[in-house]
């Protein structure tokens, strides 16, 4: 297990890199299905949400901040699955972790679950931009705390 991940996606991470290809697609799938959709604006306590414009499908996020931890929800049209899969795997994996946490996730830690193998160099380079975001909105929470 990468010590550099927050146990919860190592968990993911590790459970993905001994699947099959076949069996990471369906994996993926039912990540997508599991993804909580955003908070309704009444209830919303954080920002306003952000589009990730690098990404080709529109995701947008939503960051909700308690106590110095943050929790993360994506609106992604229901047909792109595969995008809504990895979104599900970061909202899950990063579930109340501090900024300081997302700083150390490698921009690239999704190649040890073997998804550059399911997915078009075009998708993983959607996942690489949000991945980035979220780190761009952990430091610029940061700096606000």
């Not at 990471?24 to 009444?42: F, M, R, S, T």
């Amino acid at each position: 297990m990468d010590a550099t991940l927050p146990p919860a996606l190592a968990e993911i991470v590790d459970e993905f890199s001994q699947c099959e290809r076949q069996e990471k697609i369906a994996l993926l799938v039912d990540y997508a299905n599991q993804l909580l959709p955003p908070p309704p604006e009444a209830l919303a306590d954080g920002d306003a949400p952000e589009s990730v414009p690098e990404c080709m499908t529109p995701v947008s996020l939503r960051v909700l901040q308690q106590d110095g931890r943050l929790r993360f929800y994506f609106d992604i049209p229901q047909d792109a699955p595969l995008i809504r899969g990895y979104a599900a795997i970061m909202q899950q994996g990063l579930w109340d972790v501090t900024p300081q946490e997302i700083l150390r996730i490698p921009a690239d830690f999704y190649y040890v679950m073997g998804l550059q193998d399911l997915l078009t160099p075009q998708r993983l380079n959607g996942l690489t931009a949000i991945l980035a975001h979220i780190k761009r909105v952990a430091v610029r929470l940061m700096g606000e705390g």
